[in-house]
């Protein structure tokens, strides 16, 4: 169904976007840009709308009504928005609910992370609509800023529209329930947008229910029963999902690992996804992590890492670890040598250290910071000689990326007064709305910053936080380095120890590998996620008991245990085997190996006959996604082997179809990065009646996790 691409909300939202009337101007450019791919995410909406909720109420000649039918499908949709770290996603979400108020949606609900702060900030960034209310669902006094004006807000939804910003905590939500209850919010097409969706959203009962056991708890999570579905028997209906049955539920997150995870009839897994890509000028993963080699020379580390002992953390128990002066030292300099060239920033530039979630711990890093601030005041009242020597390390970082750097004596100058201006700045769920001072700011927190918070003009990150089993979703979150800070990127380090480098690295890389797995694929289909050592993908307590399956790291071949006897379907692999040139018959073992394309490969792996009750790995949904996984380093083709199978029966009770280790070597040597697929016929080669097929993996690769259904 066709959408309105200029209607008056979203042309007006872009206008206050460009003039930065409740943030920082952007450029006509950039607004254009994010307009580009969310009018494809906006007519993606409307059509799933329209198909899986009700026909004829939301599109371009959309009624703007809801009736009181039932939804057209078997389950509510979930549409995914699936962003980066820090990449703007709330400029995506503000001309996404332009486009759908343009398209019939009357109310707009956006959920966020449960922080005044962030609900506050996201409030105001959303007044950049160009037509609806908007309030945030935060009490003002003792009283929401919508009360008193429900009748009016009553009559104009219709007319106007309306937009709710809301934490998503056990007080605001239901508050928020009750008053769009009094609006009669169901009679219109409602969009919620569930930003960190990931985060509080999930049933964090969910493992513990799904046991069985008689000691687990009866219902779901209270996040979970007020977004999705309430099934406490006192509070039955009492959800957004169940309030609104004719809305769309839109997830936004940088780490959707846990949806991916659920089962796939699951309330909350994506039945589809849209992948948001940063603007120009973002840097992610790929700039701060991607080249890091922990073998590497120390003159050939990364332009934005300098590395820290690997005891910081201990050491920050009972006294200030070196690494936190040093990025301290590096700060004060490279601030006051950007503001050469970009002037200061209204709310200055920014040092955060992120050291744990323990706020008592915020208060010792505050007190070390105050201390070494101190001891930096009395170094610039020094002589010359012994402010130059107190500096001349920060210095050589500074210049070895920043090429017209300005003279050490000059800095120094510029600290003397910049340092008048520093301020140490708890942000915990304990500390007010983070107020800037106009020249270094120093950003001390935990579980608050890895969630949402922008942090603009971050020049610095001291980040030692670590678990003994890192969870990706979270530890990913951390990356508040990550962002539009190209125009500056020669300014900016990271200050971690090496294993915290190899750790971002290693989820960067399974990051990408997840992107192009879910790359224009529908979410139906089985998604797989790379999982470094030593870590796991989320929390597993919002996970089904036994649902989550895993491709053990250093596997080195995935089979069926059966082989299932077929002549047609054998017949078709056969044809297919010998269209692209695969010898069938061939007595020399390294003469088998061939390379045909993946789209032949994907033919195979379809084909084959597989029991529908086979006890193996192999899964075609799996296959296809393992397959996806390393498409990059199959552009040019896989590699098929083809041998007889060893028709013998193991004391286990299934086909020895195995192939041995010197296959496995050699299939690794053809294919060093990507697997390559083996197989197996059974009967004459001419006419054989089934074929056992394995995918052999490459040395050293990964473990994956799945969800079995």
């Given at each position: ?36 791919q969310v009018v494809v995410f906006a007519d993606q909406l409307v059509d799933t709308y329209s198909i899986q909720v009700a026909a004829g109420e939301v599109g371009s000649d959309g009624s703007g009504t809801a009736s009181e039918e039932p939804i057209i499908g078997a389950r509510a949709p979930r549409a995914l928005l699936y962003g980066r770290i820090q990449s703007g996603k709330t ?459 895993t491709v053990q790291a250093g596997r080195d071949q995935i089979h069926p245990h059966f082989y299932a006897e077929d002549s047609d379907a054998a017949a078709l692999v056969l044809d297919i085997l010998r269209g692209n040139g695969v010898p069938i018959t061939e007595a020399d073992r390294q003469r088998r190996a061939t390379t045909v394309p993946l789209e032949a490969i994907n033919a ?106």
């Amino acid at each position: 169904m066709p959408i309105k691409r200029n209607g008056p909300v979203t042309t007006g939202t872009k206008q206050n976007l460009v003039e930065g009337v409740q943030s920082s101007p952007m450029s006509p450019s950039a607004v254009d840009a994010v307009m580009d791919q969310v009018v494809v995410f906006a007519d993606q909406l409307v059509d799933t709308y329209s198909i899986q909720v009700a026909a004829g109420e939301v599109g371009s000649d959309g009624s703007g009504t809801a009736s009181e039918e039932p939804i057209i499908g078997a389950r509510a949709p979930r549409a995914l928005l699936y962003g980066r770290i820090q990449s703007g996603k709330t400029v995506s979400m503000i001309l996404t609910s332009a486009l759908a108020l343009d398209n019939g949606f009357r109310v707009v609900v956006v959920l966020t992370t449960d922080n005044v702060a962030l609900v506050r900030q996201t409030a105001s960034r959303f007044k950049d609509l160009d037509g609806p209310r908007v309030f945030a669902a935060v009490k003002e006094g003792s009283s929401y800023e919508w009360q008193g004006q429900e009748g009016e807000l009553r009559d104009t939804v219709s007319a106007e529209g309306l937009v709710l910003v809301c934490a998503k905590n056990h007080i605001n939500l239901p508050e928020v329930i009750r008053f769009l209850q009094q609006l009669d919010a169901s009679n219109y097409p409602v969009l919620v947008l569930d930003d960190e969706a990931d985060a509080a959203t999930p049933d964090t009962t969910l493992a513990a229910r799904s046991t069985g056991k008689a000691n687990a708890p009866q219902y779901r999570s209270k996040m979970n029963r007020l977004v999705v579905a309430n099934d406490r028997p006192e509070e039955a209906g009492f959800s957004l999902g169940e309030e609104l049955p004719h809305s769309l539920y839109v997830q936004v997150t940088a780490t959707p690992y846990v949806l991916f995870l659920q089962k796939e009839y699951a309330d909350l897994r994506p039945s589809t996804t849209f992948l948001l890509e940063p603007g120009a000028g973002y840097t992610g993963g790929e700039v701060f992590f991607s080249q890091y080699d922990p073998d590497a020379a120390e003159d050939e580390r990364p332009r934005n890492l300098v590395f820290v002992g690997a005891t910081e953390a201990i050491l920050m128990r009972r006294t200030a670890p070196p690494g936190l002066a040093r990025s301290i030292n590096f700060f004060v300099l490279s601030a006051c040598a950007l503001s050469v060239s970009k002037g200061w920033p209204t709310q200055g530039f920014k040092h955060l250290s992120h050291t744990s979630h323990k706020m008592d711990e915020h208060e010792t890093v505050s007190g070390y910071i105050e201390a070494h601030l101190n001891l930096v005041r009395r170094r610039l009242r020094a002589s010359v000689d012994e402010t130059r020597e107190f500096f001349r390390e920060a210095y050589n970082e500074l210049t070895r990326t920043v090429q017209e750097c300005p003279a050490l004596d000059d800095l120094i100058a510029s600290a003397r007064s910049a340092i008048r201006h520093a301020e140490v700045i708890r942000i915990n769920s304990k500390a007010d709305v983070p107020v800037y001072g106009p020249r270094l700011n120093f950003l001390v927190g935990g579980n608050i910053l890895g969630r949402g918070l922008t942090i603009d003009a971050l020049l610095t990150t001291y980040y030692i936080r670590e678990a003994k089993t890192s969870q990706m979703d979270t530890v990913w979150q951390h990356a508040r380095m990550f962002g539009y800070r190209q125009s500056y990127l020669d300014h900016v380090r990271i200050y971690l120890p090496h294993r915290l480098a190899a750790r971002f690295r290693e989820i960067h890389e399974a990051e990408e590998a997840l992107r192009l797995t879910v790359e224009g694929e529908n979410n139906g289909n089985t998604v797989l996620i790379r999982v470094p050592l030593a870590s796991r993908p989320t929390r597993p307590n919002a996970l089904e008991a036994g649902a989550v399956r895993t491709v053990q790291a250093g596997r080195d071949q995935i089979h069926p245990h059966f082989y299932a006897e077929d002549s047609d379907a054998a017949a078709l692999v056969l044809d297919i085997l010998r269209g692209n040139g695969v010898p069938i018959t061939e007595a020399d073992r390294q003469r088998r190996a061939t390379t045909v394309p993946l789209e032949a490969i994907n033919a195979l792996i379809e084909s084959v006959a597989i029991l529908d009750d086979d006890p193996g790995l192999w899964d075609l949904e799996t296959i296809e996604a393992l397959l996806r996984s390393f498409s990059d380093h199959m552009q040019g083709g896989g590699t098929v082997y083809v041998r007889e199978v060893e028709d013998t029966l193991t004391e286990r009770g299934w086909w020895r179809g195995r192939l041995s280790g010197q296959e496995i070597a050699l299939l690794r040597r053809v294919s060093p990065q990507a697997p390559s697929l083996a197989l197996l016929y059974v009967g004459d080669p001419d006419e054989p009646i089934a074929w056992f097929p394995t995918v052999v993996m490459p040395q050293g690769s990964p473990t994956y996790v799945f969800t079995g259904e």
